[in-house]
């Protein structure tokens, strides 16, 4: 019985890092920017996925979602599984741009959506003590206005 327990579990282990190494190498074909900045009327902002893939361990379904589902009578996003970023990157499409999905959306809808997403997030890890940026400023940069001197 022993060694049928043992069996099966390193089944199920082997089968587990098989499913780990190619959902890697289909994430590794994907190219997706370290940091990736948005200009807006506020000033630009930039995203760096690099931080919150290595540094916080977030994965793309953190924030890109595929469909919702309805939890505890809210409809929430389901995380975007390796098999639709697969299947989107074949038709060659983005898989990580909300048009995709969802066609083109308003200012006003990507503000909310960044927004509510981006600011819920840090304000949740700022009350457990992390340092994360959650006022305007913080993430919105202006470029700095230069004196225009005569004769330069």
């Not at 099966?8 to 587990?16: A, H, K, N, Q």
């Not at 959902?23 to 948005?38: C, D, R, T």
């Not at 979602?65 to 697969?86: D, F, L, Q, R, Y």
């Amino acid at each position: 019985m022993k060694r049928l327990m043992v069996f099966l579990l390193t089944g199920v282990l082997v089968g587990w890092w098989g499913f780990s190494l190619a959902e890697e190498k289909a994430l590794s074909e994907l190219k997706v920017p370290l940091v990736k900045e948005y200009q807006v009327k506020m000033g630009k902002v930039a995203f760096p996925h690099a931080k919150h893939f290595l540094d916080a361990g977030y994965s793309c379904g953190t924030c890109h979602h595929e469909k919702k589902a309805k939890v505890n009578g809210k409809m929430v996003p389901t995380p975007m599984s390796v098999a639709k970023i697969k299947e989107l990157h074949a038709q060659g499409k983005s898989p990580f741009q909300c048009k995709t999905c969802h066609g083109q959306l308003k200012k006003a809808q990507y503000k909310k959506l960044f927004h509510r997403n981006c600011l819920s997030c840090h304000k949740a890890m700022k009350a457990k003590g992390k340092n994360l940026p959650t006022k305007c400023r913080d993430c919105h940069v202006k470029p700095k206005k230069r004196r225009v001197v005569e004769g330069c």
